[in-house]
């Protein structure tokens, strides 16, 4: 969409925005879709919010359960290098 064919909306009594469908349906932003407000100097920026929110791996490390004997190190190198032989050779 070049800025000639710029599209209108209005902003109702609510302060809701109804988004154009060509809009809607080129981005797939059904309804129910999260978006990120930003006030810029250019104007208002709609971006998709993130499905889930941000993480790092010591926030989630150790969160899958085992049941068993902690693994020695010699037998995750064993695991990892058997696993490797297994898809090299699958190939």
């Known amino acids: 969409m070049t800025r000639s064919d710029s599209l209108t909306t209005t ?3 609510k302060g ?3 988004l154009p469908k060509t809009i809607r349906q080129r ?7 999260r978006l990120i407000v930003e006030d810029t100097p250019e104007g208002v920026l709609l ?8 993480t790092q791996p010591a926030d989630v490390f ?3 359960p085992f049941g ?5 190190l ?3 190198d064993a695991g ?12």
Do not use: C, Y
Request: no cysteine; charged share 30%; hydrophobic share 40%.
């Open 62 to 64: 150790g969160m899958l």
């Open 27 to 33: 981005r797939d932003w059904e309804a129910g879709t």
């Open 47 to 54: 971006k998709q919010a993130p499905a889930f929110a941000p």
């Open 80 to 91: 990892v290098l058997a696993e490797a032989r297994r898809r090299h050779d699958r190939d």
């Open 16 to 18: 809701q925005v109804i």
């Open 11 to 13: 902003v109702s009594t």
């Open 74 to 76: 010699e037998e995750m």
């Open 68 to 72: 068993g004997a902690p693994k020695t």
